[in-house]
T-cell receptor
């Protein structure tokens, strides 16, 4: 099986812009979670989607949003970018029952200038 | 916010030696997991231990869990240079915490050939 695929792998944006990151889960996985990793805050949970519905959400401002499509692919969007949004954004998939092992993609590294 | 602490923050050993990393957490859990991350890439799942288990083995990995002390340890035996990476513990609170793992700050392990 192919693993979790995230695109783009690297991107540079300027303050005030918006960005959309994409995640294709492992075939058959219906749950997709997003995490932000920074040197200062570590790994923090953003949100989780299952069957196109957001089931869980972390403590991030409304500038961070996501969605899931019927084929389980997911996107996350960050609007009005701030310097502090520079981070590695990780997507993880799982079959979708209770949270067990998560399968992570390689991440999208966002730099905000 | 981080669930707890990992100790040590960094560990440097020689090939063939054992490496022990500790993790403490604050709230009740459904399971605890350990992940490895190489150089800011994606996380790789290593092992999961449920709250009613005390010890688990997988190859060169041994994990213990003490729910009364809210702590866990990861032992890597006969370390190899390829084990050089960051190691994170992550807790799953269960229930409606879909897709959400709460990660520790991680231990950076360096194994010298």
């Amino acid at each position: 099986k192919a693993g979790v695929t995230q695109t783009p792998r690297y991107l540079i944006k300027t303050r005030g812009q918006q960005v959309t990151l994409s995640c294709s889960p492992i075939s058959g996985h219906r749950s997709v979670s997003w995490y932000q990793q920074t040197p200062g805050q570590g790994l923090q949970f953003l949100f989780e989607y299952f069957s196109e519905t957001q089931r869980n959400k972390g403590n991030f401002p409304g500038r961070f949003s996501g969605r899931q499509f019927s084929n389980s692919r997911s996107e996350m969007n960050v609007s009005t970018l701030e310097l502090g949004d520079s981070a590695l954004y990780l997507c993880a998939s799982s079959p979708g029952g209770v949270t067990g092992e998560l399968f992570f993609g390689e991440g999208s590294r966002l730099t905000v200038l | 916010s981080q669930q707890g602490e990992e100790d040590p923050q960094a560990l440097s050993i020689q090939e063939g030696e054992n490496a022990t990393m500790n993790c403490s957490y604050k709230t009740s859990i459904n399971n605890l997991q350990w992940y490895r991350q190489n150089s800011g890439r994606g996380l790789v799942h290593l092992i999961l231990i449920r709250s009613n288990e005390r010890e688990k083995h997988s190859g060169r990995l041994r994990v213990t869990l003490d729910t009364s002390k809210k702590s866990s340890s990861l032992l890597i035996t006969a370390s190899r240079a390829a084990d050089t990476a960051s190691y994170f513990c992550a807790t799953d609170a269960g229930g409606t915490s879909y897709g959400k793992l709460t990660f520790g700050q991680g231990t950076i392990l360096t194994v010298h050939p």
